[in-house]
């Protein structure tokens, strides 16, 4: 491994103002073969990262909520198959939109299609069902703090009445699939997903710094956000997103399937190795062998795929359970390999599973609107060229 190179490229994107902070884990066959940090955690209080520090998930919180599923689905208590409103009566008579019109949808919304992301269910944007959910999200933080809280539950339930922005399975679009599925989990379980995931992934994974807050005591170890600032320096960002709390100081009546977890670099590595060793982690049987196979796999048809091949930064990718995977190496505008899979996060964080190579990359900051950077593709480049 070329840890010379990577760590030059680090400092120099903290030294000049690219990121606060952030640190870097490359394992092969499950074992370290680089760890990297950099930069601060809290600028203002010059508190630096640390192996321990903990960062802002976001969207890389997707890839543990299709587990989830997934886990249910080989235990028989679900079935891909089936509609979205045998669990959430908001999904019955839905509607969509094409060309203008609001028209009842052909055929039902289906579980299949929420792990696809071909459900027509959006973010926030400009059209009518991204307003209407733009809506949604706000009224989350409105009611954060009152005396009813919106719960998981609830959202899911309400988003089934938006629009949808095209007919169930026709497309791709990147929306609020992972945190329906969050619900479902919820109603299957019998628990809330918070604990489901606890149960299932955290406490056997030793992932003892993973959840959807953080407690007071552990509340120095959250690293703070930082934006790009107007001078094209940085500034503390304080702001919520996609109903979570920025400060993350309280378990929230509303638990993001899509977006609501924190976690550390180690805790993330566990949850990662088990999927690179086929669903086994520390002698301990998570998931089966052919649930992480399907799990891992792209599940995209030719005109799914051209929708989502509008993603600028993912070509060569197709999309599968909640992640991308990565179908022609020469197509994509990074080094990679054949079969890899993982996801990113609003926040800039960002994981890879290499499975022919046995490698799990992973990257961890937090700042707002980062995605897959310019500086993750440069460290990942470093780290697939110094393959054997």
């Known amino acids: 491994m070329k840890l010379q190179e990577l760590r030059e490229v680090l400092y120099l994107a903290m030294s000049g103002e690219e990121i606060a902070g952030a640190n870097l884990l490359v394992l092969k066959e499950g074992k370290e073969i680089c760890y990297l940090e950099a930069g601060y955690a809290n600028r203002e209080e010059e508190i630096p990262i640390r192996r321990d520090s903990i960062f802002r998930l976001y969207s890389m919180t997707k890839p543990i909520t299709a587990a989830a599923v997934l886990s249910l689905v080989e235990k028989g208590k679900l079935d891909l198959n089936e509609p979205v409103s045998k669990y ?60 009813r809280p919106m719960s998981t539950q609830e959202f899911a339930n309400r988003l089934g009445g938006i629009p949808l922005a095209f ?27 918070p604990d489901y995931l606890n149960q299932t992934f955290f406490e056997p994974l030793e992932m003892k710094d993973t959840g959807f807050f953080v407690p007071e005591e552990k509340q120095k ?59 086994s982690w520390q002698g301990k049987r998570i998931l089966r062998p052919r649930t992480v196979e399907f799990l891992t796999s792209a599940r995209l048809n030719a005109v799914q795929k051209a929708a989502f091949g509008n993603w600028v930064g993912l070509e060569g990718f197709s999309y599968g359970n909640l992640m991308r995977v990565m179908q022609d190496c020469g197509q994509a505008c990074l080094l990679g390999t054949e079969g890899e ?10 994981f890879s599973n290499h499975p022919k190579e046995k490698v799990s990359f992973l990257f961890l900051m937090n700042m707002p609107n980062a995605g897959t950077t310019s500086l993750v593709r440069k460290l990942k480049n470093i780290v697939i060229s110094s393959l054997e």
């Open 341 to 350: 899979y993982g996801w990113d996060g609003w926040m800039g964080a960002y």
């Open 221 to 279: 170890r959250l690293v703070k956000a930082y934006k790009k600032d107007e001078k094209g320096g940085l500034s503390l960002y304080t702001g919520s997103h996609l109903g979570i709390q920025n400060e993350m100081k309280h378990l929230p009546a509303f638990a993001s399937g899509g977006a609501g977890l924190v976690s550390t670099i180690d805790d993330y590595a566990a949850f990662a190795s088990m999927l690179q060793q086929g669903g």
């Open 88 to 147: 959430l009566s908001g999904f019955r008579a839905q509607k969509k939109i094409e060309n203008g019109s609001l028209l009842p949808v052909e055929r039902e919304m289906r579980l299949v299609h929420l792990l696809s992301m071909t459900s027509g269910l959006v973010y926030d944007g400009a059209t009518e069902p991204e307003r209407e959910t733009g809506k949604l999200f706000a009224e989350i933080l409105e009611r954060m703090d009152g005396e």
């Open 167 to 193: 007919e169930p399975g026709s497309s791709w679009k990147y929306g609020t699939s992972a945190d329906v599925l969050g619900a479902v989990v919820e109603l299957v379980s019998g628990m809330s997903l």
